[in-house]
């Protein structure tokens, strides 16, 4: 997928104020509108314009896409970063609604498809859902939490340039939730118009990475590193886990990528998931003369070839 340059395309600054992406805009469009325009690409340039006004005439698409800064050039190869838009609170579903249109991979990739909503303004109208992504810790999802979260919003200042506010909630973390699951909060949408009600807020969750787990679903995985001896006799191990410390028990004869399942210990919702715990074999170093000397006591002592399996097997 390749990345677009929407401000290349209508042909302004990124400093450039609302008023001014729409002017550009205008003067593109009637340019390239295809009942006007002899030019043989003027079709796909007036649908290229459109998207790319799309995402600047809204500023909460703007600054989702600005966020991103000028790492990428037009035409390079792209993926959206991982949770690049957590902590971004934006109104409707899919990043805000707007008129159908047939948009771009890239477009799609960012901020959804788009659905066509119709209001009646004689009538109380609800005001429309905000979403926002946040990351949680996974002990959070343990033992349950009241955390307060800072979601960014945008909005136009008084000379049509985007800017960027703070909103702070207390949000009810339950145990058990889910990355991917959302979280409610009633009423902490858009207002409603001619006294109907507001919207709702909705978090979708995630979680932090984490330097000892993994999070799969329900499921949580653990590297565990052990030394040879620990592998081949078997031990006995103290091992955190997010709610606490648990006493595995590791057998004899056990490789490196084996999995000792401890069933129920993964994420607590229902039914729970399961924790596994992945091995892996930590070589001591061999800086000194003992620890070389014990490496060549192994060497002798040991009729083993490391490469046996492997295919040609090299020696």
Known sequence: MKFKDYYETVGVPRSATQDEIKQAYRKLARKFHPDVSKDPNAEARFKEL???YAVLKDPEKRTAYDQMGNQWKSGQEFQPPPDWNTGFEFS???????????????????????????NRTDTPVRGSDHHAKVLIDLKDAYSGAKR???????????????????????VNIPKGIRSGQHLRLAGQGSPGSVEGPSGDLYLEIGFNSDPQFHVDGRDVYLNLPLAPWEAALGCSLTVPLPEGLVQLTVPEKSAAGCQLRL????????????????????????????EKNAYQAMAKAFDFNARAQTKGNPV
């Open 50 to 52: 459109g998207e790319a």
């Open 92 to 118: 409707g579903r899919d990043f805000g609604s707007g008129a159908e249109a047939d948009h771009s991979d890239f477009f799609e990739a960012l901020f959804g498809r788009q659905t066509r909503q119709h």
């Open 148 to 170: 307060t979260i800072s979601l960014r919003v945008p909005a136009l200042d008084s000379q049509g340039h985007v800017t960027v506010s703070d909103r702070k909630l207390d």
């Open 263 to 290: 069933k129920g210990k993964g994420i607590p919702c229902i039914p729970p998931g399961d924790l596994y715990v992945v091995l892996e074999i930590a070589l001591p170093p061999a800086n000194t003369e003992s």
